[in-house]
């Protein structure tokens, strides 16, 4: 099963780029890489799936080098209500052997 | 938000009591999930469904039992809780992608409680 490794913790300041790196050295070849967030009290919330290069939806961009070891969370012009704790997640279809690392917690300062 | 409810949203129960939880989904979706997530700690799965009658276990699963009887209810039992059992428990919910991905959906968690 592919662990993850992540921050434990980041600041950051509204309007900021913040950038999160995950690492997986022992991704699986058929593996996606998922990021979630979750806010207190509530249950995880999906973000953005990639299997390589470089993914974009309506509110962060995935980049995963060529060798998928690691990959990068980029959340852009962050604001107050982007604190929260983001995991990486690596797994096969369906989700049955993905592992949720103890993620990373952000905290955007006005 | 994918429609998914959990019930009990919290509990109360004393140690060596059963338990029940339920999930409950309206999507149609095929795999189903049970989590838990305790203070400081990430989600680790432990149970989950990828159809009618057909469940494995997951990372955590000593302790649990899970049957699903029909697509939309996932149910969780824990047998004789114990105190360890105190957490938060997520439901999940997913579906094949096209290109062999998937997207989990969660429920709004149910917190347990065993004295």
């Known amino acids: 099963l592919a662990k993850t490794t992540q921050p434990i913790s980041m600041d950051s300041y509204e309007g900021q780029e913040v950038n999160i790196t995950c690492s997986h050295n022992n991704i699986a070849t058929n593996d996606y890489i998922t990021w979630y967030q979750q806010f207190p009290s509530q249950g995880p919330r999906f973000i953005i799936q990639?299997?390589?290069t470089k993914v974009t939806n309506e509110v962060a961009s995935l980049f995963i080098p060529a060798d998928r070891k690691s990959s990068t969370l980029s959340l852009p012009r962050v604001s107050l209500s982007d604190t929260a704790v983001y995991y990486c997640l690596v797994g096969d279809t369906g989700g049955f052997k993905t592992i949720f690392g103890a993620g990373t917690r952000l905290f955007v300062k006005a | 938000d994918a429609g998914i409810t959990q019930s009990p949203r919290h509990k109360v129960t004393e140690t060596g009591t059963p338990v029940t939880l339920r999930c409950h989904q309206t999507?149609?979706?095929?795999?189903m999930y049970w989590y838990r997530q305790d203070p400081g700690h990430g989600l680790r799965l432990i149970h989950y469904?990828?159809?009618?009658?057909?469940?494995d276990k997951g990372e955590v699963s000593d302790g649990y039992s899970v049957s699903r009887s029909k697509t939309e209810d996932f149910l969780l039992t824990l047998e004789s809780a114990t105190s360890s059992q105190t957490s938060v428990y997520f439901c999940?919910?997913?579906?094949?992608?096209?290109?062999?991905?998937?997207?989990?959906?969660f429920g709004p968690g149910t917190r347990l409680t065993v004295t």
């Open positions: 469904s990828y159809g009618v009658k057909d469940t």
């Open positions: 999940a919910i997913s579906e094949r992608l096209a290109g062999d991905s998937y997207e989990q959906y």
């Open positions: 999507e149609n979706h095929r795999y």
């Open positions: 990639g299997y390589k």
